[in-house]
């Protein structure tokens, strides 16, 4: 090899292994700062909000070891809420045909299924735990499983007004798809299984495994962002009719990072303090767990609830008053549009620090800063708000805190 030849080559290995160090060294100074700044944020913010009266709180779609992708026991599901002081827990396990409530530590457990179909999943509330035959060949046909599923079964635990039927995680790698198919009651706005394993990029992973080992719940916030693709799913179609929005913790104890190789994280215990679902009952629980379950299922499909990330700040107490023509409109409830239409907000104690941002059919109209906003709705449309909180750590920005269902003030009916 001429000596020229062989001095270039030697310069090129140089250079390429003081890059190579320089980078080890720089995602090593990330890691650290990453790691030092996440000890000093004392989650959650504030002191805990003011729980209101017929206020349940509690995860949404939960799985057993009645999943095939989940080791969990319905033993630790109670144990980790009852720890946390949840009023229930909504389990639903992949094709299980279970349909069921039990109270057990003063936790209010809701059975109920993911439902598989070539299209993508559901989750299948108050559906009875006959109401298909799994090993019937069109079983995956959403076809032939809707109306099953509509009609409902002749056993378990029955929804009087007709089982509910939401979309589950139909965004993402998993996208719905049937585009034609609309016979459902809700959908997932956020889903916590779609955000570990699609939504993050490699820096938001190195932050979360560098401050893991140490302090799991602020590590889990870096992976909560707002869902774009599935609130712009959902305001779309809540244009057309009413719709019930969740937040998913999709949470099944485990991930499977090859077929023989699983890790038992995050637990029960991490997941359920991340995100929460706040829906107004109306009522105290009883001592019927069946008419408590029925209650809560009444009030999800009817968007009486909204989210919350209670990792990031206690959710509890939000203030949410819509009121037209002098009259008040609940959370998800219609009414006719009037000039004086407002909104009232009155937010938990973390909002001394918020963001509000006012959503009509999808586009921000309004924002505000602070714990108690007006806004007055000027137009008919579909109305619902986003709440946002700094976010905490190395990383500027905003994170989701909570979310609202919508309430929808249509147009005054005109006059043939």
């Not at 779609?194 to 080992?213: F, K, N, Q, S, Y």
């Not at 008919?380 to 709440?387: D, H, Q, S, T």
Request: charged share 20%; with cysteine.
């Amino acid at each position: 090899m001429p000596p020229e030849e062989a001095q270039t080559r030697g310069r090129l290995r140089r250079t390429a292994s003081f890059l190579t160090r320089l980078a080890i060294a720089t995602l090593l100074l990330w890691a650290a700062a990453v790691l030092f700044i996440t000890l000093t944020v004392d989650l959650p913010m504030g002191p805990p909000g003011t729980p209101g009266l017929g206020v349940w709180v509690g995860p949404v779609h939960v799985h057993s070891e009645a999943s095939h992708d989940s080791r969990g026991t319905l033993g630790e599901i109670w144990a980790a809420a009852a720890e946390q002081g949840l009023d229930f827990v909504l389990v639903a396990d992949h094709n299980a045909l279970q349909s069921a409530a039990v109270e057990h530590r003063g936790v209010l457990l809701a059975l109920a299924e993911e439902v598989s179909t070539h299209p993508g999943h559901w989750l299948l509330l108050g559906g009875g735990e006959d109401w298909r035959d799994n090993t019937h060949p069109d079983r995956l046909d959403v076809a032939h499983a809707a109306p099953l599923a509509r009609a409902g079964g002749t056993t378990g635990l029955l929804r009087p007004g007709g089982p509910l039927l939401f979309l589950a995680h139909p965004t993402g790698p998993n996208t719905w798809d049937d585009p034609d198919f609309t016979d459902y009651d809700g959908m997932e706005i956020w889903n916590a299984d779609l955000e570990w394993r699609w939504g993050d990029g490699i820096l938001d992973w190195i932050h979360v495994l560098a401050t893991l080992p140490v302090r799991p719940v602020e590590a889990m916030v870096h992976l909560v962002d707002r869902p774009d693709p599935a609130l712009r799913w959902f305001d779309r179609e809540s244009q057309n009719r009413s719709l019930a929005a969740l937040c998913s913790v999709d949470t099944h104890q485990q991930i499977d990072l090859t077929d023989s190789w699983k890790l038992d994280f995050p637990t029960y215990r991490q997941m359920f303090s991340l995100a929460r679902m706040h829906v107004l009952v109306g009522r105290p629980r009883s001592r019927d767990p069946e008419a408590d379950v029925l209650a809560l299922y009444d009030a999800l499909g009817a968007g009486r609830a909204y989210c919350s990330f209670d990792v990031l700040a206690d959710g509890s107490g939000l203030g949410f008053e819509v009121t037209s023509s002098g009259s008040d409109v609940p959370m998800g409830s219609r009414a006719v549009w009037s000039p004086d239409a407002r909104m009232t907000l009155n937010l938990p104690p973390a909002g001394d620090w918020a963001r509000v941002e006012l959503f009509r059919n999808g586009e921000m109209v309004a924002e505000g800063h602070g714990r108690t906003l007006q806004f007055d709705l000027t137009r008919p449309g579909v109305y619902r708000i986003e709440v946002l909180l700094p976010t905490p750590g190395l990383r500027g920005g905003w994170k989701p805190w909570i979310m609202t269902n919508p309430v929808y003030l249509d147009p005054e009916p005109t006059d043939p």
